[in-house]
């Protein structure tokens, strides 16, 4: 399994914009990795992680719309500079928000092969790749908010879609392994797609004191939100990887989380890595909570800063 990297293993950190056309190659602050032996990993369009030694994992987004293919060879080069492996997640839509397809036509289009050739010539592209790739498709289909357009399908139409855009992706090379990457929510094993296509399950852990406080009555840590997930996700006895992690709440709060989110190796054996999500949230939370900014160090905020701007 790819993302499967030795606990002492120093990386670093590379990340491409929204659009993939260019990268985000210096910062004014340095940042670093939580404390931990577990592999560390990020998502970090902005560049905070440029020169950690400590991040092993290079995470992309990309859609499968209106991508710059040429800007994947520029981010493999990155990673090899920086000796990280890399995780690609591929949302079957494009980012200009005025055009994206409503989920009917999205269904339809996979099913006629609508989509093959955008598949085909981005996993063609990942197959040219040195450094060693994981892809994960369609993440978080178990979503209830409606943010996707490929959440909450009929389980068996997800499952159908997923093996497609494997299949297409395993015609081209045999190099990848694939993340099928739920929330970690009640329903998720509905949409498992079966062993033959999965090598590592991926779940999405996201701490937002203000939120849990109001809505909840009560902060939660990153062991009351993550261990039921982590516990679902072992039916399938696989790997676990946080393939998206983020938290924000004031310096006590966030200390916790630093803390925990990378040394619970004895409570949860089979978690392999965990991938902070660097960047301010693209969607609103729920309940007019804003869009939190899960980036460090603005994910720490002053005592009663708590309501995000939006």
Same mark, same amino acid.
């Given at each position: 399994? %790819?993302?499967?990297? %030795? ?68 981010? $493999? ?16 839509? %494009? ?20 989509? +093959? ?39 068996? %139409? ?37 062993? $033959? ?90 309940? +007019? ?22």
């Amino acid at each position: 399994m %790819t993302l499967t990297l %030795t606990r002492s293993d120093p990386g670093t950190v590379l990340f491409a914009t929204g659009t993939l056309t260019w990268f985000a190659l210096f910062t004014s602050l340095a940042l670093a990795a939580p404390p931990g032996a577990l592999p560390f990993g990020v998502y970090d369009p902005n560049g905070g992680f440029t020169d950690d030694r400590d991040v092993q994992i290079e995470h992309l987004f990309l859609p499968w719309e209106d991508v710059f293919l040429p800007s994947l060879l520029q981010a $493999d080069e990155y990673a090899q500079e920086r000796r990280r492996n890399v995780l690609v997640t591929i949302e079957p839509w %494009t980012w200009t928000r005025n055009e994206r397809n409503t989920s009917a036509t999205l269904i339809e289009g996979i099913f006629n092969g609508t989509y +093959d050739a955008n598949m085909r010539e981005i996993c063609k592209t990942l197959a040219g790749f040195k450094s060693p790739v994981t892809i994960r498709w369609a993440q978080e289909m178990d979503d209830t908010s409606g943010q996707f357009i490929w959440a909450q399908w009929n389980p068996e %139409t997800y499952v159908a879609a997923y093996r497609r855009v494997v299949d297409i992706c395993r015609a081209e090379s045999d190099q990848f392994d694939y993340m099928w990457s739920p929330l970690g929510f009640e329903t998720m094993a509905q949409f498992y797609p079966g062993d $033959d296509y999965v090598d590592v399950v991926g779940l999405s852990v996201f701490g937002l004191q203000d939120w849990e406080q109001k809505i909840l009555g009560g902060e939660q840590s990153f062991d009351d939100i993550f261990a039921p997930r982590y516990q679902r996700a072992l039916e399938f006895g696989l790997p676990v990887v946080i393939a998206e992690l983020g938290y924000v709440g004031d310096a006590a709060y966030v200390e916790k989380w630093n803390q925990a989110v990378r040394s619970r190796i004895s409570e949860y054996p089979e978690l392999r890595a965990v991938l902070y999500f660097n960047q301010q949230e693209v969607y609103p939370w729920p309940d +007019d909570f804003g869009l939190p900014d899960w980036q460090f160090p603005q994910n720490t905020l002053e005592p009663r800063e708590a309501r995000l701007s939006d």
